[in-house]
């Protein structure tokens, strides 16, 4: 079966029947994915009379993002408008994987993307080897330091719990200052920290 003809099929689910179901049967063994094709599968069963409509039914639904596209499908409604972005056969002009650029003269049409970005002004930054002995940052540790935008009380908590006691009181102290009112609560945080650092 051809695009063409699936379409055809699609816009058109009335024209579906006995004769498609083998084909319908055989695409979904390959792709079960296909929700377009199991909307038209059920119309082909619906048309044909065939008893199996009733019990794929509900698997079909399970299946199928578009519930109300499925109705259209199955009840022979009209599709005016595409009902998800997935739905792309409902547009008329080709899918982007049907329009394929016939390379030009110059090369490749990546190639000519790449001559563009380059003619536009843009280029490619180097990345250049450290040297032996020359020290890089270390990222970590930089990511590491505690700020005061970031203190949070599960942020105290996880250092108390990786036991970086000293951490976690300045933590606790900046948390007391930001919430007056739990001052209390985190003195309180702070006294069960220096207990543990004397244990």
Known sequence: MTTQEFLKYYKNPALTGEAQIPFWEELLGEYPWFQEGWMLYLRSLRNAGDPRFEEMLPGVALRVRDRRLLRSIVEGETITAPASPSDYLGREESPAWETREEPTAQGSSGQALVDRFLAGGAAFGTLHAAEPGSANPDLAEKAAEISGDIISETFANLLVQQEKYNEAIDAF??????????????????EEVKRKMNY
């Open 173 to 190: 102290e900046k948390l007391s200052l930001r919430f007056p009112g739990k001052s209390i609560y985190f003195a309180a945080r702070i």
